[in-house]
């Protein structure tokens, strides 16, 4: 299978997989106790008012018209308006994912630029002291929730230090320099434990691979210790690696959302926790179908990255 | 020091290879293992030199070793001497792949799964032929994660060669292809291939035809034949198989739990083994169409790694020990040139009396004295001429 054929699969696929979600969201916002209207309107308001606003949004109607509806909206890219600010919800959506999404990103970034040395040389040098810093610094990352990171972080650098802004984002297109002193603490807050892992798991493959005989033959060639390790070793401990970061990536933008939190960043997390307090059904749903479609993007990437550097894989599997 | 009938200088001319006294040992928790214990022999230009032993005899390990790919292994050797001329460690690990390579038993997992074999074939070119072509870790890298390594680079095109003189058709195209893509056999004359590719004087195999099925073993070892009469390359080929040393070998090492306990021409070997444990051996060669470990006909079972005897390692199995086995082992030439046993029945002062052995009076008397001691607090490891460690 060629990779367009490929990737066009996996497309269908994930369409599938965002419809499910979306679906569940659903119904599953309307199980929240709490009615949105009386929400809106404070809890003394009058009982026509509340009967007349429910009207309005559409709420007396039977749930399966109130799903189709929303569901044929939806396919034309409407995702409805908020209910609380009759905003459009696509674009407060987009207006806070800019954000999210350059916190996360960054996050990535730095795990695997600590994951990834640090699990070498930790393989590499097993059992000597290099190896039991480089863990020690994993379990740290991996034992502590981000947001507990961020207050930390926070009060060191920001406090303190005084070094970087604690509260707030500024746009990637007011200039790089502001825009990366807003987010590096959060980044770091939600690359330390997914980096941690990562590392963990670039210890155990890497170690593995030195076992290989392939690692052997390529000491054999007469190679130098560096040449068999990053030629013949790397690409094989990348393999396993990649697979696990796919996996880890829900706990990375989980991180995320509660990070937002810690360092008033106004992100698609945030929105999300207050639009839940809301009642505010359409951009929950909307909220969570972005989240889910970033989800599948990211992994439908791994998936293809994977593929490409292992050879025994054909796209869509099997030898 | 023990009795020693010292071995007659050799008529042949100066050795290709030749290691004198190699040690082994692997430091685990529960002490030290000695893998190989003390083994020497030379081979010559153009010769097939078989060492054959059972698995765990250290035979494998004897070939990592002289290499210095014995990963958590302790080496120690006398000397090792390539071309008469003895190498460090840091001069074998340049020879290492060149002058000197080595073909891996399982061609399945020695070859790496992410690269295709032209490329693997071609890196062994650039490191030690005259190619011209950077062998920096950064060109590596580069060629190994970016470009790729270019058709028309010589080193790509001496690759393409190779796979045609092993015997892989369409070679331009296979290079190309990942091991995964191909067969067993090719995967081992990639293998081959890769060994030659540096121009070595000297291959080690090591079981190179095990993990293959019987018609491709004889194609395989037809290969490395043709390979020695057209390169004049020697070979030492590591193997468990007596079949394969009768048909391949010019002369053949029998090792047993990490020592060499006889070694001659296959012919000399096979006719008039001398040493108990050789003769064992031969007795239990299964038949072409029996699949038996062949070792199974010898009674009794290897010594602990852990807790050797002193003296002859065979003494617990074998029919015609005697009072001097507990001894520590010597060389003795045998019949004929070239015949070397480590067994005390070949000792000068002992004759064979009634089929029983007897020891002659002079050194059983010294042997009296020098019998003291304890046997089970001798348990260290006796190197030949007396000295324990
Ligand atoms: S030295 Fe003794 S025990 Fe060893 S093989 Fe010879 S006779 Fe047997």
Redesign the pocket.
Known sequence: MGLKRYVAKRVAHAAVVIYIVATVVFFAVRAIPGDPARVLLGGDANADAIAALREDMGLNQPLYVQYLRWLGDLVRGDFGQSVFNDQPVLDMLLGVAEPTASIAALGMVIAILIALPAGIVSSVKRYQWEDYVATAVSFVGISMPGFWIGIVLLLVFSARLGLVPAFGYVSISEGIVPWFKHIILPAIAVGLPYGGILMRMTRSSMMDVLNEDYMRTARAKGLSNRLVLFKHGLQNALIPIITIAGILLGVLLGGVVAVEVVFGIQGLGRLLIASIERRDFPVIQGAVIIISFIFVAMNLLVDILYTSINPRIKYGGGE | MTPRTPTQGSTREEPLLEVENLRTSFPTDRGDVTAVDGISFGVDTGEIFGIVGESGSGKSVTALSILGLAADGEVEADAIRFRGEELSTREMSAVRGGEISMIFQDPMSSLNPVMTVGEQIAEVVRHHGEVGESTGILSELRRKYVTGTSDSSRSWQRAVELLDTVGIPDPEQRANEYPHQLSGGMKQRVMIAQALAGDPSLIIADEPTTALDVTIEAQILNELFELRDEFGVSIVLITHDLAVVRETCDRVAVMYAGELMETARTETLFDEPT???TKGLLRSIPRVDDDREWLNAIDGTVPDPFNRPSG?P??DR?D???EL?SEP?DRYDATGTDHEVR???QHDAVDIDDGEPVVEGSLHSRLDGTETEPLDERSGVVEPGGERQ
């Open positions: 040493h108990p444990y002859c065979f003494r074998c015609a020990a005697f086995c082992l067994c005390h029945l």
